[in-house]
């Protein structure tokens, strides 16, 4: 196992805080049975998203992927015409005592 450096992973992200963003965001897509780009070689999740990273497989624009539970919910509802049929119709009005 090598050890994986925050220099490495640098020169594939702007800065160590956008690297914190980006590992953070790939250890728990791992955690929660993402596929790895590499071979685990039995390290943790944080570990292999670091080494991704360092490997340039990862980057920045992981940020702005939609989680799947987004797009699936989009999958579903279509566009907004299907949204606004879950809306209440007609003369609905709630009951008073």
């Given at each position: 196992?090598?050890?994986?450096?925050?220099?490495?992973?640098?020169?594939?992200?702007?800065?160590?805080?956008?690297?914190?963003?980006?590992?953070?965001?790939?250890?728990?897509?791992?955690?929660?049975?993402?596929?790895?780009?590499?071979?685990?070689?039995?390290?943790?999740?944080?570990?292999?998203?670091?080494?991704?990273?360092?490997?340039?497989?990862?980057?920045?624009s992981?940020?702005?992927?939609?989680?799947?539970?987004?797009?699936?919910?989009?999958?579903?509802?279509?566009?907004?015409?299907?949204?606004?049929?879950?809306?209440?119709?007609?003369?609905?009005?709630p009951?008073?005592?």
């Amino acid at each position: 196992m090598a050890r994986v450096t925050v220099e490495d992973c640098l020169e594939n992200v702007d800065n160590r805080f956008e690297l914190v963003l980006v590992a953070s965001k790939r250890a728990r897509q791992l955690a929660n049975g993402g596929e790895a780009t590499l071979e685990w070689e039995n390290d943790k999740p944080t570990v292999v998203a670091l080494r991704e990273i360092a490997e340039g497989n990862i980057d920045a624009s992981i940020l702005v992927e939609k989680p799947a539970s987004i797009v699936d919910e989009e999958a579903l509802l279509g566009d907004q015409d299907a949204a606004s049929s879950l809306e209440p119709q007609g003369d609905w009005s709630p009951a008073t005592s």
